[in-house]
């Protein structure tokens, strides 16, 4: 084992740099850079294209390092899904961002497992809170919640209160009592009731038809 | 007179890639067992599952289970503001709540933009923090990984340290554990008097005990045998797995974002990277070790520096204002009220923040539509991306050394699950 004196980035190539000549490699389907709080943002037009530029970003670029795949559920907008990249090199230390759109009808993107390992499981964790399938991976399994769990708890649509389930054989299938809570902040409500909204006891509906009823 | 027989028994590398290549062609040297490890079982360090397929004592396949501990920190995130959320990151790497508090933290000023406005003082403070968490996580992480493979006196030993961390922590924040201590351009409080000299103290006791603990294992057999050649991870699988902290290190990438993106004052501060040269469990060991003096030698720094000055930004859009402003003028009291109630108003945009956490990289993606809330906040625990390798990495070792292997890799679930 040694101690050696780790490499700063003021001799590397710059962020845009990087990310121009990765959109200049593909015109038609990367627009940007936009930046903000200094950092690079492309946007990918057509999903289906994000393993190609992937590989082009890590092998000819340098992005050797996928730090985090990310989902958003823009929800009641069209297309609804986001899905967010950030790279990452060790050699020149930069990061890019790369975001691309998904509708929900498809909600499928191919994998890049093939380029990075680690995108593994935080292509598992993404179809697992979000329901959008990796088309190409090796397993994609649920990895938070359980086998058979059926609903994405973290689109906008699943209430923050849970949801029952009624899967045979899962434990803890009702939702948890929540006594009023949790606290809830929405900003810029009229008065502290709408800025405030605990979560309610669930209205019951035709999947739980006992909700609410104590 | 006893016959003494010559045995063969292939290196782990070996071991590994014959039990690969019995997967292709789907042979079976004998009957395979599954075993089942965890979620709770003592070297799991919390609810870790692994299923384990074995032939005779070999592993030739492991699938690890997560998410025992999901409590869905994102979505709760999502639903309150940008200071509420603070008490939750306490819970993530519930081993080093210092470090998340200032991770967390720097995310949220990173998206308002005032990152570069922090006051001196809090800046060197939040460094301690920073230090000391890594400090106590790793004295933990050390302790428990030389219980797992059979040294119990090594945790007790660690342990006494570690409690004098805590006692720091209770007279800094006011908690032992759940410590919350950051706020949104600032920290909750001053230090109290007497804290630095109680800091100085520690950290000349600590050295001390870490010179001891290395008397303990560093250089003995048991511990070496356990870990020397077990679980190596070559450069290249560290990258594309995308291990990060001392697991990165370890395997030889001189990587630490204190260095390559300096955030605080670390660019102001002496301070070496220790990295392994194997990429074994032992090199992921005397990483650690390392680190620690390493953040000793940063702490005794910041003291000495330590700037006088507030700890807050003295911008009351942003900060609570002094309580006794807020009981006396109106101006303040407003400030007072609607950061309370409806938070900082921020930007609508989109940062990642990726903090040097003792784990790893920490990231905070935040998204946000404007207002006190973010719309999405994503939480890149490094334990999660870390336990990734395991299928990849346990194949070929023996059962015994899971417990080396898990160990050395130093996971917190709450981390991991969110």
Redesign the interface.
């Known amino acids: 084992m040694s101690t050696v004196q780790v490499t700063t980035h003021q001799t590397k190539p710059a962020a845009a740099e990087l990310a121009q000549r990765l959109q200049a490699r593909f015109p038609e389907w990367l627009s940007g850079p936009e930046e903000f709080r200094g950092e690079l943002t492309l946007r990918l037009k057509d999903a289906e294209r994000i393993a190609e530029v992937c590989a082009v970003a890590r092998r000819e670029l340098g992005f050797d390092y996928l730090v985090d795949i990310t989902s958003i559920d823009h929800y009641g907008e069209d297309p609804r899904f986001m899905l967010v990249y950030h790279l990452y090199g060790y050699d020149h230390l930069r990061y890019l961002r790369l975001k691309l759109e998904v509708s929900e009808e498809k909600a499928e993107v191919p994998t890049v497992t093939a380029i990075w390992r680690t995108a593994d499981w935080h292509e598992r964790e993404i179809y697992d809170m979000m329901g959008i399938r990796f088309r190409g991976h090796p397993d994609l399994r649920r990895i938070l919640m359980w086998d058979g769990y059926p609903y994405h708890p973290l689109r906008k649509d699943f209430p923050l209160g849970g949801k029952p389930t009624h899967v045979p054989d899962v434990a803890f299938t009702e939702a948890a009592p929540l006594e009023g809570g949790p606290f809830v902040t929405v900003p810029g409500g009229k008065d502290s009731v709408a800025r405030e909204p605990r979560v309610r006891v669930p209205e019951p509906d035709e999947t739980n038809p006992s909700a609410g009823q104590s | 007179m006893a016959e003494t027989r010559d045995m063969e028994f292939q290196d782990t590398a070996a071991r590994a890639a014959e039990a690969a290549a019995g997967e292709e062609l789907g042979e079976l040297s004998g009957d395979r067992m599954v075993l089942n490890m965890g979620p709770s079982h003592p070297a799991t360090h919390g609810v870790l599952r692994l299923v384990l397929e074995l032939d005779g004592e070999v592993i030739t396949r492991a699938t690890p289970h997560?998410?025992y501990l999901?409590r869905?920190d994102?979505?709760?995130a999502e639903?309150?503001?940008y200071t509420?959320f603070i008490p939750y990151t306490d819970r993530l790497d519930y081993l080093a709540p210092l470090a998340n508090n200032v991770a967390y933290v720097l995310a949220v000023e990173?998206?308002l933009?005032i990152d570069r406005q922090l006051p001196e003082r809090c800046q060197y403070l939040r460094v301690i923090c920073c230090e000391l968490a890594r400090i106590s996580s790793h004295l933990l992480g050390m302790g428990s990984y030389a219980m797992d493979v059979g040294a119990m006196t090594v945790f007790l030993h660690t342990y006494t340290e570690r409690e004098k961390i805590h006692n720091l922590c209770e007279s800094l924040s006011g908690a032992r554990f759940t410590t919350s201590y950051t706020r949104i351009g600032g920290v909750s409080r001053d230090m109290p008097p007497g804290w630095m000299e109680q800091c100085r103290q520690f950290c000349r006791e600590v050295v001390r005990n870490f010179d001891e603990t290395e008397t303990l294992l560093t250089r003995n057999k048991i511990f070496m045998d356990r870990t020397q050649g077990i679980g190596v991870i070559s450069r290249q699988?560290a990258?594309?797995?995308?291990l990060s902290g001392p697991n990165l290190r370890g395997s030889g990438?001189?990587?630490?974002l204190r260095?390559?993106?300096?955030y605080l004052v670390y660019?102001q501060l002496q301070f070496?990277?220790?990295?392994?040269?194997v990429g074994d469990c032992y090199?992921r060991y005397?990483?650690r070790i390392?680190e620690m003096r390493q953040s000793v030698r940063i702490i005794n720094q910041c003291l000495d520096k330590m700037p006088g000055g507030p700890v807050c930004i003295p911008d009351f859009k942003v900060s609570l204002p002094p309580k006794e402003r807020v009981l006396t003028r109106m101006e303040e009291l407003i400030h007072h009220f609607i950061n309370v109630?409806?938070?900082v108003?921020a930007p609508p945009?989109?940062?990642?923040f990726?903090h040097e956490n003792p784990k790893g990289?920490l990231?905070f993606?935040i998204?946000s539509k404007g207002?006190?809330?973010p719309?999405?906040l994503?939480i890149?625990s490094p334990s999660?991306?870390n336990?990734?390798i395991l299928p990849?990495l346990l194949p070929g070792h023996m059962v015994g050394d899971v417990v080396a292997v898990l160990g050395s890799f130093d996971f917190v679930m709450g981390e991991c699950?969110?």
């Not at chain 2, 260095?259 to 300096?262: R, V």
């Not at chain 2, 070496?272 to 040269?277: A, E, F, H, I, T």
């Not at chain 2, 945009?349 to 990642?352: A, M």
């Open positions: 997560v998410g999901h869905g994102e979505k709760i639903n309150m503001t509420q990173k998206l933009g699988d990258i594309d797995y995308g990438i001189a990587h630490d260095k390559a993106q300096p660019d070496d990277v220790p990295v392994g040269s090199d005397l990483v390392e109630t409806q938070g108003n945009g989109e940062i990642y990726g990289e990231g993606y998204y207002g006190g809330t719309y999405r994503k890149r999660f991306v336990l990734s990849k699950d969110r």
